[in-house]
C-alpha cells in the first residue's frame, strides 16, 4: 500500500512540502488541506497590485488547480482540519470525517498580532493575506480617500508604498522610532522615509495605537498623539505562528511560540513534520530561534519537511537571512545582523560602510548602493549586512548571508574581485570598498 | 628628503598605483607619465558612447587634471618614457632629460595583435583605446553605412552592439565557431547571437580575415568566406602586453609575454612594480598565468603595487576573474572556467544548469537569468560559472568567483537562503536550482 501523507496548510511550506514527499516517493499519496479557495498564488504580491504595479490579480496565479491534480497531489480547498491524533495517525477534517497519515507536515503559517486595542470588530480593517479578499478589498481601495497602516512591518512598508503609489493620503503609524526597526538600521531606512515623504506619506513614529473609531466602520485611528481621519486601516501587525492544532495535539513549541524543529523538520512526534511560519528556526550565529521567515524560507523548508516525510533524505540548516524589499523609491536588504539588532543582543561590532554606485557613473540607469558591514571586533569576521540602494541589493544580501555563513572577513571581502562593465558594474565594488573602510577603521 | 615614485602609464592601473602611493606615503613625490592627453577617463565607456546609450563623451572623464595637481599628483601628458636605468634608478624621458626614482611603477598597458593582413596601414581601421581619437572617429561613424568588427572579443562583442545600435550594418569577422570562444561557452552566447540577428547585424564565424582591402581607405575587408564592403573596420584583437620599455631594462617576462610579479606587484628588479595589463598574474585554481585582464583588476594591481612602492604593504592576490558585460540585448558574465575553457585545459567537471528569473514571474521588468555552474567531480566543489540573462549578473559573478575562491561545494550552494521578494527576486534563485540540479546529475 502506498504511503500517505497528509498536509495541513496550502501556502509556500505545505505545497513545497507537497513537491517534496512526490519528489522522494512519486507513489505517495499527498492530500493536502488549505481553508482558503486556492493554493500555488503569491500573497507576496499582493501589495503590487494594490499599488498597481502590476495590473491585474490574475497574474499572481502560479499554477492551475489542474496542474496538482496532474501532479498527483490532491488539495481540498475549504477544508478544516480541526484536530489530529498523533497516536492513532489521523487527522480530523470538519465536514468530512477523519483521514489516516503515515506522515503528517503541518505547514499552517501565521495569523496576524491582534492589534489589541478597542473597535478591532469594526469594518474597514484589512488584513492582508487571502487573494479572493485582497480582490474585494482592492475594490475598496478606490473609494478610500485616507488609510492608516499600522505597523512599519516589512508588510507595512510594502503597503505604505504600495497605498501611496495608489494617491491614496497614507498614514503610517508605529511605536519604534524608524520603520521596520526590528530589523533595519535607521541610516537605511531614512532614504525610504525621505521618498515616502515625496509620495505624500504622513509618518507618525514614536506613537502608539489606541483605537479604531467608528460605529461600523472605521472612521478615523485614534493613537498616542492624536486622532487621524481614515476610511481604511492596514493591520500589518507581528505574524505569529498559527499552531493551535499542532499544540492541542501536544507537539512542542519554542521560545517564540513556533514549533520545535529539527534540521530534518521533523517536530518532537514521530512522523510529524512542521514547516514555514508555524516553526521557529534557529539564527546560524547565535542560535536563537527565529519565526516568521520569507516565503522563501517557507518553500525550502517545506520541500524539506516533505522529502523527509515521503522516505526521503534532506537537511535544513541554522539561517543567516538574507533579506530585502522595494520600500518607497529604494530598495532595501542584508543578511543576518544591523547595528540595532546586535546592540539589542549585546554583540559587538565593527563597521564598514560605503556609499557607491551600481554601474559605471556615466551609464543610464545607474543608482546609488550603500553597504553597511559589520564584522566581529578581533576576528572581522562578518556577522552582518544591511543595504539600500536601487538595484543589486538582493544579489548582495544573498552574497553577504552566504559571506556570514562561511565566515569570511572584512580582509576577505575587501580582497574580492569585482565584475567592471559600464551597463552593470562600477570600477569599484561597494562591498569592497565597505570592507576596506572598516579595515582602516579597526 | 621625500621619496619620489615614477609611474609609467597614466590608465586604471597607473592612476591607481598614483593613488596608492599617496595613500601610503602622503610625502610622497609622485611623477606620472603618460603618452596621451588625458588620465582618469574611462575607456570601457568609449563603445557605449559610440552606440549613443551614453551621450557625451564628456561624461566619460572621471576626474579633472586640477584634482590631481590637488592631490600632489604630478602628470605629464603627452610623454614617452624612452628607457629607465634599473641600476642607476633613472628613467629618460623624450625631449625632458632623465628623472631618478626611488621606486618605480610600470603601469604600461597593452597593445592590440596586430592582425598580420596586407592592408593594416589603410585609413578606416579603428583601434579603440584613446578618448581623443575615439571623439574623431564618432564624426566617422555618421558617415559610415557597413562596418566590419575584426574578433568577437569582450570589446568586438561591445562594439558589434554598439555600431549596430548606432544604425550601421555591422559585420563580425572571427576564425571561432562562437563570440568570446576563448571566455563564454556557445550557450551563453546563443542568445547574444541571437539579439545581434534582431539587430541586423551579419556574423561571420569559422571565418579568417585576409586583408584589408583599398588604396587610401579601407572599402573592403577580405576573408576566408568573401569580400565584405566597409568603410570601417574596427580592429578587437587579443590585448598583448605593452612592455618593451621593462623587457629592454631586463624585467622578467613570463609565459604570456606580461611581467613577472609577486603578491606585492614587484617584478623581478628591487623597486621596480608592475600592474595591469603589462604583468600576468597566477589563475587561482590552476596556478597558470593570466593576462589582460579588466579595469578593475587593473586598478586593484595598481593600487596594490603603489602602496608597495610608497612604502606600504598590500598583497594582490591570485585570481578567479569573475567578468561581464552588455551583449547585445542580453548581460552575460561569469566567473572562473566555462565548459570550454575547462575541456581546453583537460580539468574535468560536472555541469548544474538552470533557467531562472530575476525577479516575481509576474512583476514588471522581470528578465532570465541562465545560471550554469561547473565543479569538481568528487569533491562538488565548485570550479567555475557562466550566465546570461537580463540583470544581476554583474552582483552573482562577483559572489561565485568569492564561492570558487573559498572552495564552496554545490552543495553549499543548493542550501543557500534567498532574498524572494516579488519587485527584486523570484522563489527560487536561480544559483541555488543549478546547485540542485547538479546535484541531481552528480
Given at each position: 500500500?502506498?504511503?500517505?501523507?497528509v498536509?495541513v496548510?496550502?501556502?509556500a511550506?505545505?505545497?513545497?512540502?507537497?513537491?517534496g514527499?512526490?519528489?522522494?516517493?512519486?507513489?505517495a499519496?499527498?492530500v493536502?488541506?488549505?481553508g482558503?479557495?486556492?493554493?500555488?498564488?503569491?500573497?507576496c504580491?499582493?501589495p503590487y497590485?494594490?499599488?498597481?504595479?502590476?495590473?491585474d490579480?490574475?497574474?499572481?496565479?502560479?499554477?492551475?488547480?489542474?496542474a496538482?491534480v496532474?501532479?498527483?497531489?490532491?488539495v481540498?480547498?475549504?477544508?478544516e482540519v480541526t484536530s489530529?491524533d498523533?497516536?492513532r495517525?489521523?487527522?480530523?477534517?470538519?465536514?468530512a470525517?477523519?483521514i489516516s497519515?503515515d506522515?503528517l507536515?503541518l505547514?499552517?503559517?501565521?495569523?496576524?498580532a491582534?492589534?489589541g486595542?478597542p473597535?478591532?470588530t469594526?469594518?474597514?480593517?484589512?488584513y492582508?493575506?487571502?487573494?479572493?479578499?485582497?480582490m474585494?478589498w482592492?475594490?475598496?481601495?478606490?473609494?478610500?480617500?485616507q488609510a492608516v497602516?499600522?505597523q512599519a512591518?516589512?508588510?507595512?512598508?510594502e503597503?505604505?508604498t504600495a497605498?501611496?503609489?495608489?494617491g491614496?493620503e497614507t498614514?503610517l503609524?508605529?511605536?519604534?522610532?524608524?520603520p521596520?526597526?526590528?530589523?533595519?538600521d535607521?541610516?537605511i531606512?531614512?532614504?525610504?522615509?525621505d521618498s515616502?515623504?515625496?509620495?505624500?506619506?504622513?509618518v507618525?513614529?514614536?506613537?502608539?495605537?489606541e483605537?479604531?473609531l467608528?460605529?461600523d466602520?472605521?472612521r478615523?485611528?485614534?493613537?498616542?498623539?492624536?486622532?487621524?481621519?481614515?476610511?481604511?486601516a492596514?493591520i500589518?501587525?507581528?505574524?505569529?505562528?498559527n499552531n493551535?492544532?499542532?499544540?492541542a495535539?501536544g507537539l512542542?513549541v519554542?521560545s517564540t511560540?513556533?514549533?520545535?524543529?529539527?534540521e530534518?523538520?521533523a517536530?518532537?512526534?514521530?512522523?510529524?513534520?512542521a514547516?514555514?511560519?508555524?516553526t521557529?528556526i534557529?539564527n546560524?550565529?547565535t542560535?536563537?530561534?527565529?519565526?516568521?521567515?520569507?516565503?522563501?524560507?517557507?518553500y525550502?523548508?517545506g520541500?524539506?519537511a516533505?522529502?523527509?516525510?515521503g522516505?526521503?533524505?534532506?537537511?535544513y540548516?541554522?539561517?543567516?537571512?538574507p533579506?530585502g524589499?522595494a520600500?518607497?523609491k529604494?530598495i532595501?536588504?542584508?543578511?543576518?545582523?544591523?547595528e540595532?539588532?546586535?546592540?539589542a543582543?549585546?554583540?559587538?561590532f565593527v563597521?564598514?560602510?560605503a556609499?557607491?554606485i551600481?554601474?559605471?557613473?556615466?551609464y543610464p540607469?545607474?543608482k546609488?548602493?550603500k553597504?553597511k558591514l559589520l564584522?566581529e571586533?578581533?576576528?572581522?569576521?562578518?556577522?552582518?549586512?544591511?543595504m539600500?540602494?536601487?538595484?543589486g541589493?538582493k544579489?548582495?544580501?544573498d552574497?553577504l548571508?552566504?559571506?556570514?555563513?562561511?565566515g569570511?572577513t572584512l580582509g576577505?571581502?575587501a580582497?574580492?574581485?569585482?565584475?567592471y562593465?559600464?551597463?552593470i558594474g562600477?570600477?569599484n565594488?561597494?562591498?569592497?570598498?565597505?570592507a576596506?573602510?572598516?579595515?582602516?577603521?579597526?
Open positions: 500500500m502506498s504511503r500517505r501523507v498536509v496548510g496550502g501556502g511550506a505545505g505545497m513545497g512540502a507537497a513537491g514527499i512526490k519528489a522522494a516517493d512519486p507513489n499519496e499527498v493536502v488541506y488549505t482558503f479557495d486556492d493554493v500555488a498564488y503569491s500573497p504580491g499582493i497590485v494594490h499599488g498597481k504595479e502590476i495590473d490579480f490574475q497574474r499572481l496565479f502560479l499554477a492551475s488547480k489542474q496538482y496532474d501532479a498527483g497531489i490532491d481540498h480547498y475549504n477544508s489530529v498523533l497516536t495517525k489521523v487527522a480530523y477534517v470538519a465536514g470525517g477523519e497519515w506522515a507536515v505547514a499552517t503559517g501565521f495569523n496576524y491582534d492589534p486595542v473597535g478591532g469594526l469594518g474597514g480593517l484589512y492582508v493575506k487571502n487573494i479572493r479578499e485582497a474585494e482592492d475594490k475598496v481601495l478606490d473609494t478610500v480617500g497602516v499600522v512591518s516589512p508588510l507595512g512598508v503597503m505604505v497605498l501611496a503609489h495608489r491614496i498614514h503609524v508605529d511605536p519604534s522610532p524608524w521596520m526597526s526590528e530589523i533595519a535607521p541610516d531606512m531614512a532614504p525610504v522615509e515616502w515623504r515625496e509620495l505624500g506619506v504622513k507618525h513614529f514614536n506613537t502608539t495605537l483605537a479604531f467608528g460605529t466602520e472605521v478615523a485611528v485614534q493613537t498616542s498623539e492624536g486622532e487621524i481621519p481614515a476610511q481604511l492596514v500589518c501587525t507581528h505574524k505569529e505562528p493551535a492544532l499542532g499544540i495535539a512542542e519554542g511560540g513556533g514549533f520545535i524543529v529539527d530534518r523538520m517536530t518532537s512526534a514521530p512522523g510529524v513534520f514547516a514555514g511560519d508555524c521557529e534557529p546560524g550565529l542560535g536563537v530561534p527565529l519565526q516568521g521567515l520569507t516565503g522563501s524560507h517557507a525550502a523548508q520541500k524539506t516533505g522529502i523527509n516525510a522516505g526521503g533524505s534532506r537537511t540548516s541554522a539561517v543567516y537571512v533579506w524589499t520600500a518607497g529604494w532595501i536588504g542584508g543578511a543576518s545582523f544591523g540595532t539588532t546586535a546592540t543582543l549585546g554583540v559587538p563597521v564598514g560602510s556609499q557607491g551600481s554601474r559605471a557613473r556615466y540607469g545607474v546609488p548602493v553597504v564584522a571586533p578581533d576576528s572581522l569576521r562578518l556577522i552582518g549586512a544591511q539600500v540602494g536601487g538595484e541589493i544579489e548582495r544580501a552574497f548571508a552566504m559571506a556570514v555563513k562561511f569570511f576577505d571581502l580582497r574580492m574581485e569585482n565584475v562593465s559600464p551597463a562600477a570600477l565594488e561597494p562591498i569592497v570598498v565597505a576596506q573602510n572598516g579595515l582602516d577603521a579597526a
